[in-house]
């Protein structure tokens, strides 16, 4: 399996000859699985428990239960454990499902086996986002909260700023607040109606039976030090500098320093402590970030006269126009701490669905429909995934023709801090929507492109190999590229003998251009050269029709085909389009 981490240990267990067989087919295709051995079964699977990030024991789940109960802890630190029946029917996510990976595990382990997986966490059940899926940590009463959003009970959404979340219930109620930190009440609110609450703040705030609290990864703390720095005052420094200014550290993004402090230990060790990055800057690029603080000392030293300030401001990325700085300079005999928050920074995905059917989508692609709270797209294609979102996603739709439109409001959520997917059918990046949004879409935001099949490649794989060799894409509709432009691009195809693809070929209003194009390939190329039309690849009304060049009736052509042209190398080999790849094996 592609995606699973080799880095992740999986213990197997198996009792009987069935169970060991199926193990050894998770062993052969995740060479970071092992089967462990013990001079009983229940000491294997304590073996695989202590030593492993990760259990599949294709065992009763009963006896499993009774031999993990008295090893349990909590579910940060426990390993996720999946169980196999004997006949490899089910894989049950049993422990870990979403801090563990359980859950994914038992679908990755399904796939494998052709096991269906089994999986009760109640929120992926019922298709929301577990809170603590969302890749921040949290803290607080959040199995409660939890429930609550998935009984339908209100629970108020309060923001520090408008971070990317995941598409969340109509229950959940966003409260933009400018103190979203400030103290629940004593009784927790329960009387006075506030319900339940779920807090997106960086701030220390106390915690209730009723308040869930996520930390957005909103704050980087600069670090100077003298060289051979200690770690723990480094550290000490940094946790005595959050609590001082009220910041959690769970909020860290990542620490941040000048280049020449790439390689010092106490930095870097504290950084591994709290599980964030060091991120270092050239002192040219810190010296040019204006800070309250500025030594000529340091200027002397390093080449910049501001380490911890400037470091903080520039970030991860460095933009010190999105940060704030908290905390100015603070520092003790060897090492200074500043922090600063950065902005929230919205996040657009644009997603490639593929030719049409649902098992050439990828699972990327889906992952990031189902992570998008807001979903722009052409309406016929939101129409094949509305059932992939999850409930309380914003659909925005269109008809045919809005392009730079959808691309404007993708962009423009994405700017107002959501978590937005941009889809195209086919690869977004090909003739659809990923040029016109990025056009649009600057610094302020973080872009994901996720790839998808494309119709080419869909139409190619039905009408045989005709991509064997030298291709070239050129979409015949001239509605926003002049025609004596297009023109030159398929006479140079043509003259460079490439099997040639045509996009958008023929519609009603545009019916003279795929003849005037055929005619230009026929001047360079034998008339009995294979030409395939593929209308709806891999969608409802799928029509794959061969002819050649001097056959092909431009009439079965429209704008749900595409239309492939061989070069003078592309042959008919039992009903199929062949284009060698130059290989001499049939001289």
């Not at 499902?97 to 382990?109: D, M």
């Not at 940590?137 to 108020?156: C, F, M, N, Y």
């Not at 129409?383 to 439109?405: C, M």
């Not at 991509?467 to 030159?488: C, F, K, M, N, Q």
Request: hydrophobic share 45%; aromatic share 4%.
């Amino acid at each position: 399996m592609n995606d699973q981490n080799p880095h992740t240990r999986i213990g197997l267990v198996a009792a009987t000859a069935a169970g060991r067989r199926h193990a050894h087919s998770v062993a052969a295709a995740w060479p970071h699985a092992r089967l462990i051995e013990g001079e009983t079964v229940a000491d294997a699977l304590r073996t695989a428990w202590a030593e492993c990030d990760a259990v599949v024991a294709f065992l009763a789940t009963g006896a499993v239960v009774r031999i993990l109960a008295p090893l349990l802890g909590d579910k940060h630190s426990d390993p996720a454990v999946v169980v196999v029946d004997e006949a490899a029917q089910h894989a049950v996510a049993l422990l870990g499902g979403h801090a563990g990976g359980g859950n994914k595990l038992a679908e990755q382990v399904g796939a494998l086996l052709d096991a269906r997986p089994v999986i009760t966490t109640a929120t992926d059940a019922v298709g929301l986002p577990g809170l603590d899926t969302l890749g921040w940590p949290i803290e607080g009463a959040v199995a409660a909260v939890s429930r609550a959003i998935l009984d339908g009970e209100t629970v108020q959404l309060i923001t520090d700023a408008p971070w990317p979340l995941p598409a969340l219930p109509p229950n959940v109620h966003p409260q933009p607040a400018a103190e979203p930190a400030a103290e629940p009440a004593a009784d927790s609110g329960a009387e006075h109606g506030v319900g339940y609450r779920l807090l997106v703040t960086d701030r220390v705030v106390p915690l209730d039976e009723r308040t869930a609290v996520l930390r957005p990864p909103s704050l980087v703390a600069g670090v100077g030090a003298s060289r051979g720095v200690p770690a723990a005052e480094v550290a000490e420094l940094l946790h005595r500098v959050l609590a001082e200014a009220g910041l959690s550290p769970a909020s860290l993004r990542c620490l941040a320093s000048a280049d020449v402090k790439a390689d010092e230990a106490g930095i870097l060790s504290t950084a591994d402590a709290i599980g964030v990055p060091l991120v270092t800057w050239p002192a040219t690029q810190l010296a040019a970030v204006d800070v309250p603080h500025p030594s000529e000392v340091v200027r002397a030293a390093v080449g910049t006269p501001s380490v911890s300030e400037a470091a903080a401001l520039l970030g991860p990325a460095g933009r010190p126009g999105d940060a704030t700085l908290l905390v100015g300079k603070t520092a003790t005999a060897m090492a200074t701490v500043a922090v600063a928050r950065h902005a929230p920074r919205g996040r657009l995905a644009v997603v490639g669905l593929g030719p049409g059917a649902a098992d050439l989508r990828t699972p990327r692609a889906v992952a990031e429909l189902r992570r998008a709270a807001v979903v722009v797209g052409l309406d016929q294609y939101l129409d094949q995934v509305r059932d992939v979102l999850r409930p309380g996603t914003r659909v925005l739709s269109s008809g045919l023709g809005a392009e730079e439109a959808r691309a404007r409001a993708a962009v423009a959520e994405a700017v107002a801090g959501q978590a937005v997917a941009l889809i195209g059918s086919g690869d977004a990046g090909v003739y659809a929507m990923a040029s016109p949004a990025l056009e649009y879409a600057d610094e302020r935001i973080d872009v994901v492109g996720v790839p998808g099949v494309t119709a080419a490649l869909a139409a190619g794989a039905l009408l045989g190999a005709p991509l064997g060799h030298d291709h070239a894409y050129l979409s015949l509709s001239d509605l926003h590229t002049p025609w004596d432009v297009i023109e030159r691009r398929v006479t140079a195809a043509a003259e460079g003998d490439f099997v040639t693809l045509f996009y958008n070929p023929r519609s009603r209003a545009r019916d003279w251009q795929l003849g005037k194009a055929l005619g230009i390939l026929a001047a360079h190329r034998p008339p009995d050269t294979p030409v395939g039309v593929v209308r709806n690849a891999s969608r409802p009304g799928e029509r794959v029709h061969l002819a050649t060049l001097s056959t092909l009736d431009p009439a079965v052509v429209d704008m749900y085909s595409v239309v492939v042209v061989g070069s003078s190398d592309t042959r008919l080999v039992a009903g199929r389009m062949v284009t060698p790849r130059g290989y001499r094996w049939r001289s």
